[in-house]
C-alpha cells in the first residue's frame, strides 16, 4: 500500500471516530499514532519511536515531548500533540520552539490530529521557525502532499531534501500571504504596478482610486476562476462550477450579490466544504457534492441543486456558523468556534441528505435548472 493510500484510509476514517476523541490521549492513539505508521515508523520500537520523550529545558527538567521519531539513536522529528478539539495556536507552539532548541531535532509537528503544522531552523541554526513551512489537513490528501510527506517517511528520509524543500515552501507561504493582502485590500504599490501594464497614461489620484476598484475586482475574478478549476478538477465534472447561486432558485440572489468580482470564496469555506463533503461521503458518492458561494454564505449543495441543501457556510463574521436543514428545509444556525466543529454535525448532515432520496451511486430525479 502507497503512502497516499494510508493517508487516505485515515481521512475516510476520521470522521466516523471524532465525536469520541475529546482528549489528547484519544487523538494520538486514533490519529497521529496511524500518521506515523503511515510514514513506516513503528511505534512500538523505542529505537524508531520515543513517546514522551525526555527534552529538558534550561533548569526545567521532565519537560517531555509527545513524540520523537528517531534515526541513528538521534531525534529527528519532534511532534508536539493535542486534542482534536483544540484550536494550533502561538502558545501551543512556543511549547515546541522550548523542545526544540535543546534537542538535535531539525523538524517540529505540532498537531491535533486534523492539522498538521510542520517547522524547522531555516531562519537560525537549532531556532525553530515562527512560522511552519508545511500546514495541511489529515482530511485533504492529494499527490503533491504524500509527495511532500514521502520525504519524511522511514524508507525514504532525506534531509536535505526536506530542508531545500522547506525553504522553497517557506518562501512560498511569504509570497502567498503577501497576495492574499493584495487581494483583501490593494496597496498603491501593487495598484501601480499592475495599472502600468495596461494604462499608458498619467496615474492622477482620481485614476489610481479607479484602478483600485478595477484591480481589487480583476483579482477577485481570477481567483474565483482559479477556484473554479480547481473544484472542477477535484470532484472530476466536466461541467465548470458556477460559484455564485443563480436567480432562478427558490434561494434566487440580487443581481448584486451574483457578481463574481464580490464573492470572495475563503480558505475556512473551502476547507468547511471538504470537511461536509468528508462526513455524507459515507451515504452517498461524493461527487455528487457541491459548492456555491454568495455574499451572504457559502451553500453545500446535493447534486449542484438549490433545493437539495446540504448545509450553509455563515463565515462571513467574527462568529462562524454551521446551517443545518430539517425534514421541511428550515435552516438552525449553531455557532462554531472552527471548522472542525463541523464534525459535531455530521448525523444531522446525513440526515438530510437521506432525505432527499436515493443514496450511494444511486441516482435520484435529476436537479432544477
Not at 484602478?211 to 481567483?223: A, D, S
Request: overall charge negative.
Amino acid at each position: 500500500m502507497d503512502l497516499i493510500d494510508r493517508l487516505t484510509e485515515i481521512a475516510l476514517r476520521t470522521p466516523k471516530i471524532l465525536n469520541r476523541l475529546d482528549t489528547e490521549e484519544s487523538t494520538k492513539n486514533a490519529l497521529v499514532m496511524p500518521f506515523i505508521i503511515a510514514l513506516g515508523y513503528n511505534v512500538f520500537d523505542p529505537h524508531e519511536v520515543i513517546p514522551e520523550f525526555t527534552a529538558d529545558v534550561g533548569v526545567k527538567k521532565g519537560e517531555k515531548v509527545d513524540y520523537a521519531i528517531m534515526r541513528d539513536g538521534k531525534p529527528i522529528i519532534l511532534i508536539e500533540c493535542k486534542a482534536a478539539t483544540a484550536d494550533l495556536n502561538k502558545e501551543h507552539a512556543s511549547q515546541l520552539f522550548r523542545y526544540f532548541t535543546v534537542t538535535e531535532a531539525r523538524f517540529g509537528i505540532l498537531t491535533n490530529g486534523l492539522t498538521y503544522k510542520v517547522y524547522s531552523d531555516l531562519e537560525a541554526p537549532n531556532k525553530m521557525d515562527s512560522r511552519p513551512f508545511l500546514e495541511f489537513s489529515a482530511l485533504d490528501v492529494s499527490d503533491e502532499l504524500a509527495c511532500q510527506l514521502k520525504m519524511f517517511a522511514k524508507e525514504s528520509f532525506d534531509l536535505e531534501g526536506i530542508l531545500s524543500n522547506a525553504s522553497e515552501l517557506k518562501y512560498m507561504k511569504g509570497i502567498k500571504r503577501y497576495l492574499m493582502e493584495e487581494w483583501m485590500n490593494p496597496t498603491d504599490e501593487f495598484v501601480k504596478l499592475l495599472a502600468s501594464r495596461v494604462y499608458q497614461g498619467r496615474m492622477t489620484q482620481s485614476t489610481k482610486e479607479q484602478f483600485t476598484e478595477i484591480v481589487k475586482k480583476g483579482f477577485h475574478n481570477f481567483v474565483n476562476d482559479r477556484i473554479n478549476e480547481r473544484l472542477k478538477s477535484a470532484l472530476n465534472v466536466s461541467d465548470p462550477i458556477s460559484l455564485p447561486i443563480p436567480d432562478n432558485s427558490e434561494n434566487s440572489q440580487s443581481d448584486e450579490e451574483s457578481e463574481s468580482g464580490k464573492i470572495i470564496t475563503t480558505e475556512d469555506e473551502l476547507e468547511g466544504y471538504y470537511v461536509v463533503k468528508s462526513i455524507v461521503r459515507e451515504i452517498v458518492d461524493p461527487k455528487r457534492v457541491y459548492i456555491r458561494d454568495t455574499q451572504s454564505y457559502c451553500g453545500v449543495l446535493l447534486d449542484d441543486n438549490n433545493r437539495r441543501p446540504i448545509c450553509r457556510l455563515h463565515f462571513n463574521s467574527v462568529q462562524k456558523y454551521i446551517g443545518v436543514f430539517n425534514g421541511e428545509k428550515i435552516e438552525t444556525r449553531h455557532p462554531i468556534d472552527n471548522v472542525n466543529q463541523i464534525y459535531q454535525y455530521a448525523d444531522d448532515l446525513k440526515q438530510t441528505v437521506s432525505q432527499y432520496g436515493k443514496t450511494n451511486s444511486e441516482t435520484i430525479d435529476s436537479p432544477s435548472a
